[in-house]
């Protein structure tokens, strides 16, 4: 018979395994309750960015991004398929929100080296667990510290970067015969100026914020095989990411029943 800790490590064995899949099966909920912004954003001054040559611009609008607390709204490609995304996101990795594909839902929550996730039955059933988890963990929040296999997929699609690197320093923008700006306009009621380069069928822009800091409002990836779509707003704000209390959470690496 198998003890305790056998059947502990069985069990998220098997819920680890099916990671992969889990991650590419969330659903629509698109609230951030379980994070605030606090803070306020500064002036609207014209910042003379569109000046700038193409390439510079992209560089000089990430720089801007990266370090700054923000709210990212859109889709994406993770694990071979899409996911919508609605998260709050630090610049030390923490995050808070929901990611959602396929009729399944489950909200995310990222701090102190570990995530939380919370579904419903049928998002675990839909996940790949045994039928005899999934009661036990539908509805409650289940904590995957980093510690885990398969756990830095959870980290990485909480940093910041992940999302905007692969389009932002790609070799399409940076270094890319291709890349171009074009005129001001305004998107979602803000100017901004974007930047565009392609390849083939491949094509990237950003949208780069004219006033205030040179943000990125907006980067759109298609004709690749992750194509993305990716709104940002919010920025400059701290990020306040508040986990769930110890005794409404099932801790993976100490889960026993």
């Given at each position: ?14 819920i680890m ?16 309750g379980?994070a ?7 002036g609207?001054d014209?910042?003379d960015?569109?000046?700038l ?34 998260l ?10 929901t990611?959602e594909?396929?009729g ?5 929550i990222r701090?102190?080296?570990a995530?939380?996730?919370k ?6 059933k839909?996940a ?7 009661n036990?963990l ?16 959870l ?10 690197e ?20 305004k ?19 950003i949208?780069?914020?004219?006033e ?12 690749s ?19 769930p ?13």
């Amino acid at each position: 018979m198998a003890t305790l800790e056998e059947r502990g490590s069985t069990r998220r064995g098997k819920i680890m395994t099916a990671w992969p899949r889990t991650l590419a099966l969330f659903a629509c909920a698109a609230t951030l309750g379980a994070a605030s912004f606090a803070g306020t954003m500064t002036g609207q001054d014209p910042n003379d960015i569109e000046d700038l040559p193409a390439e510079e611009i992209a560089l000089e609008a990430h720089d801007a991004t990266e370090v700054v607390g923000l709210r990212a709204k859109g889709k994406m490609t993770f694990w071979s398929e899409q996911i919508r995304m609605d998260l709050a996101l630090s610049p030390q990795g923490d995050c808070a929100g929901t990611i959602e594909q396929g009729g399944n839902t489950a909200e995310l929550i990222r701090a102190d080296d570990a995530s939380y996730l919370k579904g419903d039955a049928d998002f675990w059933k839909a996940a790949d667990v045994d039928s005899d988890m999934v009661n036990q963990l539908a509805d409650q929040w289940v904590k995957i510290s980093d510690q885990l296999e398969g756990a830095e997929d959870l980290a990485e699609l909480c940093a910041l970067d992940s999302t905007l690197e692969p389009v932002v320093l790609s070799d399409l923008i940076v270094g890319g015969p291709g890349v171009t700006k074009g005129e001001v306009h305004k998107i979602d009621g803000k100017l901004a100026i974007p930047v565009t380069a392609k390849d083939g069928d491949v094509m990237v822009r950003i949208e780069v914020a004219t006033e205030g800091e040179p943000y990125i409002l907006k980067l759109t990836e298609t004709g690749s095989d992750e194509p993305r779509d990716v709104a940002f707003s919010e920025f400059n704000q701290q990020v306040k990411v508040k986990t769930p209390d110890a005794e409404d959470v099932i801790d993976l690496e100490t889960w026993e029943s």
